[in-house]
C-alpha cells in the first residue's frame, strides 16, 4: 500500500513571496490533515478535511494560509505571502475513519521542510 | 497551544536499557497516541490507548494510562539504537466535535548508544 505523498520536500523562499505545497493521502482514506511542525515543537494541526469538507480550521492563520482538497483526495497548501516565522515542516496525514467523534490512526507523509529567508 | 507535555524532553542511554517517557495533559481525552518520528522523516504511529483502557503491550513497548491523573508513560524495554528518535504523545480530546483532531506535545528526544 502507497504512503502518503507530498511535494516538494524542500524549498526555499523569500519572504512575501508564495508557496504551495502538494499533498496525495492513502486511497481511499476520508480524512486529510495538514500540520506545521516548527523545529523542536511538535506538529500543530493546521486544518482537517473530511472528504472535500473543511472540518477544522481554526488554528490556520487565514490572512495568508489557504487550503483546498479537490474531489476529496488531493490537496494543496498555500502560503502567500510568507513570513520568517512560516519556517517549518508541514506535514499532510490522512486517516481512513469519517465523522462520528473516534480517532483513527494517522499516516504521515515524509513533509516539506520550508525555509523562508 | 500544546495539550500533552512530555517528560524528559531528552533522554540518553545504552543499547539493551529501558526508557520510560512520560506525557500529561489537561483535559479529558477520548484516547491517548504514542507517535515516534526519526530524524528527517515523518510521524509512525506506534500504539492508541482509550480512555478505557489502563495498559497496552505491542512487541517492545507499553504504555500505560492513568486519567485521574491525566497522565500517561511509554516504555521502551530492551532499546536498540535504531529506536533513537523523537517520541510525541498525541491526545484526542473528549466531547464536542473532535472528529479525529489530535493535539500533540513538544515530544522526547530518545538517544540509544550502541
Known amino acids: 500500500e502507497a504512503g502518503v505523498a507530498q511535494s516538494p520536500r524542500y524549498k526555499i523562499i523569500e519572504k512575501r513571496q508564495s508557496v504551495a505545497f502538494w499533498c496525495n493521502p492513502i486511497s481511499g482514506h476520508a480524512t486529510l490533515y495538514w500540520y506545521q511542525q516548527i523545529l523542536g515543537q511538535g506538529p500543530k494541526l493546521l486544518i482537517q478535511?473530511?472528504?472535500?469538507?473543511?472540518?477544522?480550521d481554526s488554528q490556520l492563520p487565514k490572512d495568508r494560509f489557504s487550503a483546498e482538497r479537490l474531489k476529496g483526495v488531493d490537496s494543496t497548501l498555500k502560503i502567500q505571502p510568507a513570513k520568517l516565522e512560516d519556517s517549518a515542516v508541514y506535514l499532510c496525514a490522512s486517516s481512513p475513519g469519517g465523522a462520528g467523534g473516534y480517532t483513527d490512526t494517522q499516516y504521515f507523509g515524509p513533509g516539506t521542510r520550508l525555509t523562508v529567508l | 497551544s500544546q495539550q500533552g507535555e512530555e517528560d524528559p524532553q531528552a533522554l540518553s542511554i545504552q543499547e539493551g536499557e529501558n526508557a520510560t517517557m512520560n506525557c500529561s495533559y489537561k483535559?479529558?481525552?477520548?484516547?491517548l497516541q504514542w507517535y515516534r518520528q526519526n530524524s528527517g522523516r515523518g510521524l509512525v504511529h506506534l500504539i492508541l490507548i482509550r480512555s478505557n483502557e489502563r495498559e497496552k503491550h505491542s512487541g517492545r513497548l507499553r504504555v500505560t494510562l492513568d486519567t485521574s491523573k491525566k497522565s500517561s508513560s511509554l516504555l521502551i524495554t530492551a532499546s536498540r539504537a535504531a529506536d533513537t528518535a523523537s517520541y510525541f504523545c498525541?491526545?484526542?480530546?473528549?466531547?464536542?466535535?473532535?472528529?479525529?483532531?489530535?493535539?500533540f506535545g513538544q515530544g522526547t528526544i530518545l538517544t540509544v548508544h550502541p
Open positions: 478535511f473530511q472528504n472535500n469538507g473543511v472540518v477544522d
Open positions: 498525541a491526545t484526542d480530546g473528549a466531547g464536542g466535535t473532535s472528529y479525529g483532531k489530535l493535539t
Open positions: 483535559t479529558s481525552i477520548n484516547n
